[in-house]
């Protein structure tokens, strides 16, 4: 059976003061792994859900709602890495970088 996960995960900093005074920037991470029969077939489904477009991408799923539900005021994509497979499986993963801006109040 295809096994496709998105795990969040906090970066190595999590909160860090931005420019101004009241401002901060949260990092985080999406884990995306997928498990499929082929490994062609695992990479096929990774590659959608890293583009920036499409109905399965992730990085569109967060751009739907750019303030996270109203907790922050944006939020941007920083990059796509550590694209590797999965140890003993069939499956890839990669890792999908967010920053996310708020003020603090």
Same mark, same amino acid.
């Given at each position: @059976? =295809?096994?496709?996960?998105?795990?969040?995960?906090?970066? %190595?900093?999590?909160? %860090?003061?931005?420019?101004?005074?009241?401002?901060?920037?949260?990092?985080?991470?999406? !884990?995306? &792994?997928?498990? &499929? *029969?082929?490994?062609?077939? $695992?990479?096929?489904? !990774? +590659?959608?859900?890293? =583009? @920036?477009? *499409?109905? $399965?991408?992730?990085?569109?799923?967060?751009?739907? +709602?750019?303030?996270?539900?109203?907790?922050? +005021? +944006?939020?941007?994509?920083?990059?796509?890495? #550590?694209?590797?497979?999965? =140890? #003993?499986?069939?499956?890839?993963? /990669?890792?999908? $970088?967010? %920053?996310?801006?708020?003020? /603090?109040?």
């Amino acid at each position: @059976p =295809d096994r496709d996960t998105a795990t969040v995960l906090p970066s %190595e900093t999590v909160l %860090e003061p931005a420019a101004h005074a009241s401002k901060w920037t949260a990092r985080f991470q999406i !884990l995306v &792994r997928c498990v &499929r *029969g082929k490994l062609k077939d $695992s990479q096929d489904a !990774l +590659d959608a859900y890293i =583009d @920036p477009t *499409g109905a $399965s991408s992730v990085i569109a799923a967060v751009y739907g +709602d750019r303030t996270l539900g109203g907790t922050v +005021d +944006d939020v941007r994509c920083t990059g796509v890495t #550590n694209y590797r497979g999965v =140890d #003993n499986t069939v499956g890839v993963q /990669a890792l999908v $970088s967010f %920053e996310a801006y708020f003020t /603090a109040s």
